[in-house]
Structures are given as structure tokens and as C-alpha cells.
């Protein structure tokens, strides 16, 4: 099985400062065939859902804010918030589709300080 | 707008079978162009992948589970169904349906990809 590790495991940052949180897995997750990494971001907040933020490590889902960045290849990716809003507390996890299982990162805790 | 809603009971005895379907609206469990999984997330944890079903009946399971799960697809109800054997406290969970985008061309056919639209997830208690 991929391994997704995400660190920190939580994260407190003040409005409007930049917010990081990445993810690592236990092998390479760039698929040669379309030299695309199968790595997600989800975003979820209390009672909802995941909502797909980032796929292909990088590319924004239609409707998210240009703040979200994801960055990354082969085994090491970023999630950044340029400017953390009210709204984006949540809980963040990255999800390889590279191969099943399909795994998650433990999710990482993002909070206003 | 695609919707997938789960439903089934709320409360499962342990070693009895959990049995959760998910019903797809405004979208076809038909095309070729999606699979369509179960994803679980016990109280206060993350997500752990149970198996995913392509509308011809091809299954990926994770193996942690995959001697209790069997997942199935009804093209005429536009359904797709969890059954878990067995089952003990530690399947305690909001239980989400999902899609899941799929690519086959010239060169061959593609994992599936990520979970693009969500069901609201049902919380299912394993308790006697």
C-alpha cells in the first residue's frame, strides 16, 4: 500500500497570513504513461463531505479560489493557502489514485490563531 | 448538478451485515467514464477507501476488507449497493459514496482517478 504522510498533523495561522501543509508518500505517485501525479487535495469541514480542492497535484477544481495551491512531484507535494480566509477551516487530506487501495494522508487540522 | 445520496440502516448489530445503496440522480452509473466507490471515515478520524465498482461489475477492494465487502451496481435503478459481513464496533463510521473519474484510450486504460462529486455520507453504528 501507498503510505500518505501529512505534516503537520495541525496548523493555527493568523488572517490573511500564508498556510502550509504537506504530504508525502511512500513512493512515487507520477503515473509514466501521462506524466501526471495521481495526488488529490480534500478539503472538509464539520458535517460535510470532502470537497476536491487540487488534482493532478496541481490543477485547481472549477470553483476554487486561486489562494489554493498545490505543487509537487513524484513523492513530495504542498498544499498553500496564499491568504488564509475565515471559511478555510477545515480539515485537509492528499489522496493517491495512483494504485489501489487508494489511501489518504491522516488529514491535517487547520485553525485561525 | 450530479447528486449521490446513501441510505440503509443506522444501527447494525455486530457480527450481523452491514447494507448501505447509493442512489445516483442527474448523472448515469452507465458511462464509461466513471467508476463509482464507497470511502469510510470512523468518528473523529480520516478517510479509509472500501472499493470502488465500474458499471460492467469490475470491483477494486482494498484488501484490508475486501474478505467482507462486496459491492454491486443496479444499471436500471441507477444504484450501486455496500454489503459488509461481519461486522464489529471498529466499522463504526459515516459511510460516503462517490465518483470517480476513468480514462481508457489507445494505449489502454487508466487507474481511476479522485473523487470528484460526494455523497453526503450516512453514519452507520455497530452496537448490539
Known amino acids: 500500500d501507498i503510505v500518505m504522510t501529512q505534516s503537520p498533523d495541525s496548523l493555527a495561522v493568523s488572517l490573511g497570513e500564508r498556510a502550509t501543509i504537506n504530504c508525502k508518500s511512500s513512493?512515487?505517485?507520477?503515473?509514466?504513461?501521462?506524466?501526471?501525479?495521481?495526488l488529490a487535495w480534500y478539503q472538509q469541514k464539520p458535517g460535510q463531505p470532502p470537497k476536491v480542492l487540487i488534482y493532478w497535484a496541481s490543477t485547481r477544481e472549477s470553483g476554487v479560489p486561486d489562494r489554493f495551491r498545490g505543487s509537487g512531484s513524484g513523492t513530495d507535494f504542498t498544499l498553500t493557502i496564499s491568504s488564509l480566509q475565515a471559511e478555510d477551516v477545515a480539515v485537509y487530506y492528499c489522496?493517491?489514485?495512483?494504485?489501489?487501495?487508494?489511501?489518504f494522508g491522516q488529514g491535517t487540522k487547520l485553525e485561525i490563531k | 448538478q450530479l447528486q449521490l445520496q446513501e441510505s440503509g440502516p443506522g444501527l447494525v448489530k455486530p457480527s450481523e451485515t452491514l447494507s448501505l445503496t447509493c442512489t445516483v440522480s442527474s448523472g448515469s452509473i452507465s458511462s464509461s467514464t466513471y467508476y463509482w466507490g464507497w470511502i469510510r471515515q470512523p468518528p473523529e478520524k480520516g478517510l479509509e477507501w472500501i472499493g470502488s465498482?465500474?458499471?460492467?461489475?469490475?470491483?477494486y477492494y482494498n484488501p484490508s476488507l475486501k474478505s467482507r465487502v462486496t459491492i454491486s451496481a443496479d444499471t436500471s435503478k441507477n444504484q450501486f449497493s455496500l454489503k459488509l459481513t461481519s461486522v464489529t464496533a471498529a466499522d463504526t463510521a459515516v459511510y460516503y459514496c462517490?465518483?470517480?473519474?476513468?480514462?481508457?484510450?489507445?494505449?489502454?486504460?487508466?487507474?481511476?482517478?479522485?473523487?470528484?462529486?460526494w455523497g453526503q455520507g450516512t453514519l452507520v453504528t455497530v452496537s448490539s
Open positions: 462517490a465518483r470517480q473519474g476513468y480514462y481508457c484510450g489507445s494505449g489502454g486504460c487508466e487507474q481511476p482517478y479522485y473523487f470528484d462529486y
Open positions: 489522496h493517491q489514485f495512483y494504485s489501489p487501495p487508494y489511501t
Open positions: 465498482i465500474y458499471y460492467t461489475g469490475s470491483t
Open positions: 513512493q512515487s505517485v507520477l503515473y509514466s504513461s501521462n506524466n501526471k501525479n495521481h
